[in-house]
């Protein structure tokens, strides 16, 4: 897609959600306990959630650069959805680039609708971020496979049709399943937390879940693999999805700080509350700068795992610091919910931490990038 008509994608979304009211309309969401259901389906209807899916499947058959724009100018425009990282991104890919065709056509026009909704669940609670120690088992009967075990923080149970689950298969190891939500076996609690945003986080449990064998994606054993070409795409949008909500936060902190006068002058005249504004401004654009890379590289069907991992440590750490400026600008209002900054905290300090920690990516930069021994 040509930059000009990127632009022009960036500000329609941004035009759709201002429709539904943006963060006025999110947190009368969050607070309803609703999903932003009718946002969502708008967003599919105008080609949105499937823009990096094939054409033949319903989607845009255009590429990550253009989903990672979508996410970063919903959460700009104040709804920052989870969702569009783990069902249209992780899971949408994952299908695209593992499944069959039968699943490809089966799943992907529905993501790209939105009207299929699909979560997806890798993490145990005594294996956390060591994949390798993923416990939840499959065991191949007849024509099905059996599936044992529990996952934690699933996001989105509670509007899923699928659930797409990494299970250790005997003898062969780690391998996907698209689970169906209204399965036998498998239920769901939720966990409260301080996340305000409308997905919910979930425990989750199988016992004795059958799953048809024409349901694991990709080979049996080969999980990691196909699991990572959509963890790849979920750390990317990570930094798009605090990209977009730290350069809401600057924005709302410089309007305020040309308004707001306790002396003489605005506040934004003060350098204590113009320059940590003016260092996240610059944080961000240099995050959006990696990002850009990492979704090009992918686009071009390169092996992006450095580049996804920075682009998220950067993107979260430049939203956080964003909305730390932004909060501290706004003093006092900016704890309130009336002035729309505080609430995203907890999203994006969350953000910084999972979908893989920011110590982790550190890990990772020092071994493969700079060569180090590992330490675990
Ligand atoms: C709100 C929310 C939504 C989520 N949604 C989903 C979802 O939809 N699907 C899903 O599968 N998961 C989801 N997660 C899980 C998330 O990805 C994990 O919480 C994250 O990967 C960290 O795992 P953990 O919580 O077990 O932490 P742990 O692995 O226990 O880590 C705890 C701390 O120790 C550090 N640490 C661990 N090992 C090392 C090491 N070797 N070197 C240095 N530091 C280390 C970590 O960096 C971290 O700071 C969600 C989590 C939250 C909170």
């Not at 654009?285 to 069907?301: H, L, M």
């Not at 706004?330 to 910084?352: E, F």
Request: with cysteine.
């Amino acid at each position: 897609m040509l930059q000009s008509e990127l632009i022009a994608v960036r500000s329609a979304v941004r035009q759709l959600v201002e429709s539904f009211g943006a963060a006025e309309y999110y947190q009368d969401q969050v607070d309803q306990g609703d999903h932003c259901d009718q946002l969502w389906n708008a967003m599919g209807d105008n080609g949105y959630l499937g823009v990096h899916l094939p054409v033949e499947y319903g989607g845009g058959g255009l590429g990550l650069t253009e989903l990672a724009a979508v996410v970063e100018e919903t959460a700009f425009a104040g709804c920052p959805l989870l969702a569009l990282l783990f069902s249209a991104g992780v899971t949408g890919t994952v299908l695209e680039r593992s499944g069959s065709q039968e699943q490809r056509e089966r799943w992907l026009p529905g993501l790209a609708t939105g009207r299929t909704r699909l979560s997806f669940a890798i993490t145990e609670p005594e294996a956390g971020s060591n994949a390798h120690r993923i416990a939840t088992t499959a065991v191949r009967i007849g024509d099905r496979y059996v599936l044992n075990g529990q996952k934690v923080f699933i996001t989105g149970m509670e509007s899923a049709d699928w659930v797409m689950v990494v299970a250790a298969l005997a003898d062969s190891g780690l391998s996907v399943f698209l689970v169906d939500t209204s399965a036998p076996g498998l239920t769901w609690t939720p966990i409260r937390t301080v996340m305000n945003q409308p997905d919910r986080s979930h425990q989750v449990f199988f016992d004795d879940v059958e799953v048809p064998a024409d349901h694991l994606v990709g080979s049996e054993g080969g999980g990691l693999k196909v699991a990572f070409t959509g963890l790849n795409t979920e750390r990317i949008l990570t930094s798009s999805i605090c990209t977009g909500v730290g350069r809401y936060a600057v924005q709302h902190a410089v309007d305020y700080a040309k308004q707001r006068k306790v002396w003489d002058q605005p506040i934004g005249a003060h350098q204590a509350v113009a320059h940590p504004l003016a260092a996240a401004h610059m944080r961000i654009e240099a995050a959006r700068a990696i990002t850009d890379r990492a979704c090009a590289g992918y686009d071009a069907g390169g092996e992006v795992g450095e580049l996804a991992n920075m682009a998220k440590y950067l993107g979260a750490a430049a939203g956080l610091e964003a909305l730390d400026a932004a909060v501290n600008t706004l003093g006092g209002n900016g704890v309130t919910y009336d002035y729309r900054l505080a609430p995203y905290y907890w999203l994006v300090r969350m953000l910084n931490m999972g979908p893989v920690s920011k110590e982790m990516i550190l890990n990772f930069v020092a071994e493969r990038s700079l060569g180090l021994p590992r330490s675990y």
